[in-house]
């Protein structure tokens, strides 16, 4: 390298590591010896919902970003080889903090990752400096009412399935899963819907997609020990919120205070995909959270 060339902490780096015998992509930035803060996606996205997010904090912290088995760039075998439940996912995610020797971290959990995160964080408490929650529901009342049909769908799986499907797994779907009722849709870039349709159509995604949202009525089931256990836990907790998903309601934000009094909330100008729209300020709201909560060294209170 000539000696005058520099290389910048906010240059992403794209990686893979094999976890349970399978490739985990995962894009990483930031000093290794800085903070570290794991990023887990939501549906149907990958790592690459955070590309924008990453430059505006890696001068300071280290960001990891891994892709589930059957998303991005991950390996997707097929639902008949691997079982695509919350909890075997999670467990990808225990294994892959153990294959990156990560032993304390924050969590950054967005839709699928709220549900992957908080088994991750049950399994590996000591490990968990703090959470960022951004639109990730622990609580029944932050399903909206388009949860009926799913839950329909949960009640009686062969009836539901092709109708609950196709809204899963279409482009309009996709548009609308970024796009939500947001008043600015001008902010929102089409790559990102048309990419995640990309995905969604290749071969047995659909069998994926389908036994991994069937498994979601076990989030559900669990809400009650998941906010059992923040409240004995207590973690240094963000959370940020679009105000306009159409999946997930605001209420869904707001009870995060009942188990964590200290928990900020902050509601955004935004959809299901805040940082799609708001990730300056997101990234500000971060950048001081994380700034506390590293301050207080060691891991989360057990007292």
């Not at 892709?67 to 008949?80: E, I, K, L, R």
């Not at 970024?178 to 047995?204: M, Q």
């Not at 240094?236 to 869904?252: A, K, M, Y």
């Not at 928990?263 to 997101?282: M, N, P, W």
């Amino acid at each position: 390298m000539p000696k005058h060339a520099t290389v910048s902490h906010a240059t992403t780096r794209y990686r893979t590591v094999e976890v349970e015998g399978l490739n985990i992509f995962y894009r990483e930035a930031g000093p290794a010896q800085a903070p570290t803060l794991m990023l887990l996606h939501g549906f149907p996205s990958s790592s690459r919902m955070f590309d924008t997010l990453i430059p505006l904090l890696a001068d300071q912290y280290h960001l990891i970003a891994p892709d589930y088995p059957g998303f991005g760039h991950s390996d997707a075998p097929a639902a008949t080889e691997f079982a695509y439940t919350f909890d075997h996912l999670a467990r990808i995610v225990d294994g892959f903090a153990d294959a990156l020797n990560l032993r304390g971290y924050f969590l950054y959990m967005q839709d699928y990752g709220g549900p992957i995160g908080l088994r991750h964080a049950q399994r590996r408490p000591e490990r968990i400096r703090g959470l960022i929650v951004q639109n990730a529901v622990a609580h029944e009342e932050g399903l909206g009412p388009m949860w009926e049909a799913r839950r329909a769908y949960w009640a009686d799986r062969e009836a539901h399935e092709a109708s609950v499907l196709s809204a899963f797994t279409s482009l309009e779907g996709a548009r609308i899963r970024h796009v939500g009722t947001s008043p600015h849709p001008d902010r929102y870039n089409p790559d990102t819907w048309t990419d995640e349709f990309a995905a969604l159509s290749r071969p047995g995604q659909d069998q994926i997609q389908s036994d991994l949202f069937y498994d979601y009525r076990t989030n559900v089931a669990s809400y009650g020990q998941w906010q059992a256990w923040l409240r004995d836990n207590r973690p240094p907790t963000l959370v940020l919120w679009g105000r306009h998903d159409p999946s997930f309601t605001v209420d869904g934000a707001r009870a995060y205070a009942r188990d964590l009094p200290d928990a900020e909330v902050h509601l955004l100008d935004a959809g299901h995909f805040a940082l799609d729209e708001a990730v300056d300020v997101a990234a500000t709201h971060i950048r001081r959270f994380l700034s506390n909560a590293s301050a207080v060294a060691g891991p989360i209170r057990r007292d």
